[in-house]
């Protein structure tokens, strides 16, 4: 059978949107989530639902939010996830809270005890034969979390999904460890299928550290180019992010900024740092520049970067 295809020309329309959000306890991750969601369906519409594996937690935000409450408790499978999330699809959700992906990880029925239940059953007690069906072991939970992602993207979830996060070395036989800094307690296969991945610090009331210190942090950190004038540093995450994004996720032009040459310029000369920096030259590098107004405000990025080095020095 030959199959057929059909080309039309690209239009942004009704981008899923998936927010990935990862901090430890403190940083701010729920009540984040929730703002972002609040904004989300001021632009789509519809309801809020928050699948809860927190011991209910999330009815901590009952009188500040209006959502859906669904709580989930252990086998934590990701076909359990999966489940949890085609009832709230069901139910009429336009967007979805998940709070939190971590025990789909290391929580009771999540993929990790599913690999060491397949060796207890399969080895016992035998080591050497536990080491030699450690891969083997890990081909039903992966495969189950593969399903997990595919049904997302397929089902086009908008979708703010929670991480927990801890401290990480990387131990070196005969060397000092390599500090990895936080890092999420879940799957890589599902932070990098994230369309933003923000990184919250201890006690950061919602605020995204987007220039981290750490490379394995930066590594982690998803944002686009084309969506950083919808999180500004230095910023927390609020209703209004999750509206924008929305905006954008809809088909919304991104918007210049307004403001002259001088405006950027004494924007620049201001950053008290590398972040404030970066924000400053996102913000109005979607201005439209002559080639000579370009030059003046790269000169002046330069300039300000050779601040901040003479500072540390």
Same mark, same amino acid.
């Given at each position: 059978m030959t199959r057929t295809f059909e080309a039309t020309t690209a239009k942004r329309d009704r981008v899923p949107m998936l927010v990935g959000l990862v901090g430890p306890s403190g940083s701010g991750k729920t009540k984040s989530a929730l703002r972002l969601a609040d904004g989300m369906v001021r632009q789509t519409g519809g309801k809020v639902f928050v699948i809860d594996t927190e011991a209910r937690r999330a009815l901590h935000y009952a009188d500040e939010h209006e959502f859906q409450h669904v709580p989930m408790e252990a086998p934590f499978?990701?076909?359990?996830? *999966?489940a949890a999330l085609e009832f709230c699809v069901a139910q009429g959700a336009s967007v979805v809270?998940?709070?939190?992906? %971590?025990? @789909?990880?290391?929580?009771?029925?999540?993929?990790?005890?599913?690999h060491e239940k397949f060796l207890d059953d399969k080895a016992g007690d035998n080591w050497q034969?536990?080491?030699?069906?450690?891969?083997?072991?890990?081909?039903?939970?992966?495969?189950q979390r593969q399903k997990l992602i595919d049904a997302i993207l397929r089902l086009g979830i908008n979708g703010v999904f929670c991480f927990r996060a801890k401290e990480k070395l990387k131990l070196r036989p005969g060397k000092d460890p390599i500090h990895l800094g936080l890092q999420p307690v879940g799957g890589d296969e599902f932070v990098y299928e994230m369309l933003v991945n923000c990184l919250l610090y201890p006690k950061a009331e919602g605020v995204p550290?987007?220039?981290?210190?750490?490379?394995?942090?930066?590594?982690? *950190?998803?944002?686009?180019?084309?969506?950083?004038?919808?999180?500004?540093?230095?910023?927390?995450?609020?209703?209004? %992010?999750? @509206?924008?994004l929305a905006k954008w996720a809809a088909g919304d032009s991104e918007p210049q900024p307004e403001g002259t040459l001088e405006d950027a310029i004494r924007d620049i000369v201001d950053a008290g740092d590398e972040q404030e920096l970066n924000a400053a030259r996102e913000k109005w590098g979607r201005h439209k520049w002559s080639t000579d107004e370009k030059i003046a405000l790269r000169d002046a990025v330069t300039d300000a970067r050779s601040e901040f080095a003479d500072g540390e020095g």
């Open positions: 499978s990701p076909l359990d996830y *999966l809270v998940v709070d939190s992906m %971590t025990h @789909e990880h290391t929580g009771p029925g999540g993929v990790l005890e599913m034969k536990r080491q030699k069906l450690g891969m083997s072991a890990w081909i039903k939970p992966k495969a550290n987007w220039a981290p210190d750490e490379s394995a942090e930066k590594v982690m *950190l998803k944002l686009p180019e084309h969506l950083r004038h919808v999180f500004p540093a230095n910023e927390p995450l609020s209703e209004a %992010t999750g @509206e924008a």
